[in-house]
């Protein structure tokens, strides 16, 4: 029994371990997308102060998406073009609740975390087409699927994607230089 329950110990611990692994890859995405954003050539249209990025899952998603932006906060500041980036989260069960994280954050962008269930990430792209800020993931997929933009590694590399029509959709442009640098999905 005393073997048995050592074991189990062991096993959670390395679950614990393998899901702060996994978080920290992912914090570590978070930069580079943000940097692209400073591509966009309709950025400067997108408001002034703090750069609000409202970092969003289903419920399932709930404790990773917390620990994701703890990990953030962790980060050395960050700023695009001058504008210091912030992070908030929140609970993203459809179009409505969605709406309601972005207008009490006042945020510029929304992050969807990995594992988000589809209909969701449906709403998220709804709202972020409506009310015209930047949509971004950490899962290609979600590209592929309705979010503007994206980053996945591959072979230990970050790769950045983009759904060109989801990006105009919010209005984000970026010059053909940029482009050749991402996975482009979507029409160009």
Do not use: C
Not at 68 to 89: G, H, S
Request: hydrophobic share 50%; glycine share 6%; proline share 4%.
């Amino acid at each position: 029994m005393r073997l048995r329950f050592t074991l189990l110990a062991m096993l959670w611990a390395a679950s614990v371990a393998s899901a702060q692994e996994k978080v920290g890859e992912l914090a570590g995405q978070v930069p580079l997308l943000l940097r692209v954003l400073a591509y966009d050539q309709n950025f400067e249209a997108r408001g002034l102060g703090d750069f609000v990025v409202l970092v969003v899952s289903d419920a399932p998603g709930a404790a990773a998406r917390k620990t994701l932006v703890e990990a953030l906060k962790d980060l050395p500041a960050q700023k695009i073009r001058n504008r210091t980036v912030k992070f908030a989260q929140g609970d993203a069960k459809d179009e409505a609740t969605v709406q309601l994280e972005l207008e009490r954050s006042k945020a510029q962008a929304v992050l969807v975390m990995p594992g988000t269930a589809d209909p969701v990430v449906k709403a998220v792209s709804e709202v972020i087409q409506d009310n015209q800020v930047y949509g971004l993931a950490l899962d290609a997929t979600m590209v592929e699927h309705a979010i503007p933009l994206g980053v996945s590694s591959v072979q230990g590399k970050p790769l950045i994607h983009i759904n060109e029509k989801a990006a105009k959709g919010v209005g984000a442009r970026f010059e053909v230089s940029v482009l050749k640098l991402m996975k482009v999905v979507g029409e160009r």
